[in-house]
């Protein structure tokens, strides 16, 4: 680069305009890196810098708009964050105001940037930028609020302090300021936020909840807020999910009586017009939480399963929520503390077992998925849960809801794959306790098209392909299991073809072989 194009450069950014800041930037692309480094050790950009908010409210029009985005990022490139934020303050404030989605969007690169370089310190001594980016943050428009949520993530995660610093001082007050009459946009981003900080650490979460910002949640989860904001409460509930799969988050929302206000919402039935989209995630979040805890929440909460096994059985609500229910109950019992607790629900259970059994043999294939996806949960045990007792237990909840084992033969033969996968994979349950294997073999057929391949869905007859290879992977799978099984009584025949089966693997095809043929005539 020449001493004439520095002077040019000097020339330029001293005197300042409307056309020059496109000119400038548009020079400035034709540089490579390198060039562009040597010009900024050569030319004092302070004072264009000092002068770029004029220009802000001076430039009309997207093309100045973007430039002026461009010579940002290229004034950036070779500063220290902390120094790039003392130069570039007073102009990112105002980029963050501008309306123009670019220049917003390179106001928030600059906060980012900082962020990534370890200069956090720089931007909470910033509360005016900071009250900012809250502003950008709680736009209708996600696009635009995206960057500044992302910003605002990092902030406060990054440490303890940082999280105290941001929630508890006055940018935090001006998050919460008018907190009834923010949008719901807002509230529901400010929930996210925290509860992504509260999930760190206990640390996090003293903070967060010193913020006010769970308290002003649980508030919400009233009935009275529930039924004229339910979107709000959908999202409350995710949030309280994602609190409740780390420990110190669990035992906040026991301590604080949230559980028992979410168990409230699910056995009150008083959700008002939007009851089928959030009763769904009532089901899941305590669903998921008896697969992970069930003895805690079980005693935290002990109305909810009682309450779910009378309700299934009238049907009083929209089939899809009724499969939820069914599916919650199967969560339920994924862990042995499940399935000794709902055991003691006898009356209940077995009206409940009735209802699988009916809707198992329904029409509807949405039914019978779900009947046999529950049934799987229902009845799986680990080997070293297999006692006496339990496997007892089992063979008596199978009965309840199919009668024997062919029922469940009948569903693999289906031509549906999204029926004969599910029915597979409780037969595969099925095979792994004693029980099941001896009704399995005393099944008649059943032992045959497992070892037929051509008898999968979507297998072709004459070729053998073209099967679901899933499909064919659970009949391996459970074939498997029988080759694997000390105590089934079989006959050397039958020994040596679950052998051969098992050594094949699951996607084995016998070769087709062709006699060549002279045609007539040759």
């Not at 409307?18 to 010009?39: G, H, I, M």
């Not at 302090?161 to 949008?183: H, I, M, Q, T, Y």
């Not at 499909?471 to 299991?481: F, G, N, Q």
């Amino acid at each position: 680069m020449t001493v004439k194009d520095n002077e040019w450069f000097r020339e330029k950014v001293e005197n300042i305009s409307t056309c020059d800041v496109f000119l400038v930037s548009t020079e400035l692309k034709k540089l490579d890196r390198e060039s562009r480094k040597n010009l900024y050790s050569h030319v004092d950009f302070s004072q264009f810098v000092n002068g770029l908010p004029a220009q802000l409210a001076l430039g009309a029009g997207n093309e100045y708009f973007e430039a002026f985005a461009d010579l940002i990022i290229m004034l950036l490139e070779y500063k220290n964050p902390s120094e790039a934020f003392a130069d570039l303050n007073v102009v990112c404030g105002n980029m963050l105001d501008h309306k123009h989605e670019k220049v917003r969007e390179v106001g928030v690169s600059l906060l980012i940037l900082t962020l990534d370089c370890g200069e956090s310190h720089c931007l909470l001594s910033s509360p005016d930028y900071l009250s900012k980016v809250v502003k950008l943050a709680s736009n209708t428009d996600l696009n635009a609020a995206t960057p500044a949520l992302t910003a605002i993530s990092r902030l406060i995660c990054k440490s303890p302090e940082n999280c105290r610093l941001f929630l508890l001082g006055p940018v935090g007050a001006a998050l919460k300021a008018d907190w009834e009459s923010a949008s719901e946009v807002h509230r529901v981003r400010v929930y996210n936020l925290a509860t992504e900080a509260a999930c760190l650490s206990e640390e996090f979460l003293k903070i967060v909840v010193d913020s006010k910002i769970l308290f002003f949640m649980q508030e919400r989860l009233q009935n009275n807020n529930a039924t004229s904001d339910p979107l709000s409460l959908m999202n409350i509930i995710e949030c309280f999910a994602k609190l409740s799969k780390v420990e110190w988050g669990f035992n906040y929302l026991a301590r604080s009586g949230t559980f028992v206000r979410l168990e409230d919402s699910l056995v009150s039935d008083n959700l008002g017009p939007m009851q089928s989209i959030i009763m769904p995630e009532l089901y899941e979040l305590f669903g998921n939480l008896s697969q992970t805890v069930p003895e805690k929440i079980l005693s935290e909460c002990p109305r909810f399963v009682p309450h779910i096994l009378k309700s299934v059985p009238t049907a009083s609500v929209s089939p899809h929520i009724t499969r939820a229910e069914i599916a919650m109950i199967g969560q339920v019992a994924t862990q042995v503390p499940g399935k000794i607790y709902l055991s003691q629900q006898f009356a209940e259970l077995e009206e409940f077992y009735a209802y699988l059994k009916y809707r198992a043999n329904s029409g509807v294939q949405e039914d019978k998925m779900c009947v046999l996806d529950t049934a799987a949960a229902l009845l799986y045990l680990k080997p070293d849960e297999q006692s006496d007792a339990l496997c007892r237990l089992m063979n008596q909840w199978f009965e309840a809801i199919f009668t024997s084992v062919r029922r469940v033969h009948e569903k693999c033969a289906e031509p549906f794959p999204e029926t004969v996968l599910p029915a597979l994979q409780l037969l595969l349950v099925v095979s792994q306790q004693a029980w099941g294997r001896r009704e399995m073999m005393a099944t008649p057929g059943l032992f045959e098209w497992l070892l037929d391949r051509e008898a999968a869905c979507g297998v072709h007859k004459s070729t053998g392909s073209g099967g679901n290879p899933v499909v064919l992977r659970a009949k391996y799978d459970i074939v498997k299991v029988l080759n694997n099984s000390a105590d089934l009584e079989l006959s050397l025949e039958q020994k040596d073809a679950l052998a051969e089966f098992v050594k094949q693997g699951p996607f084995f095809k016998r070769g087709m072989y062709e006699v060549a043929t002279e045609a007539p005539g040759n």
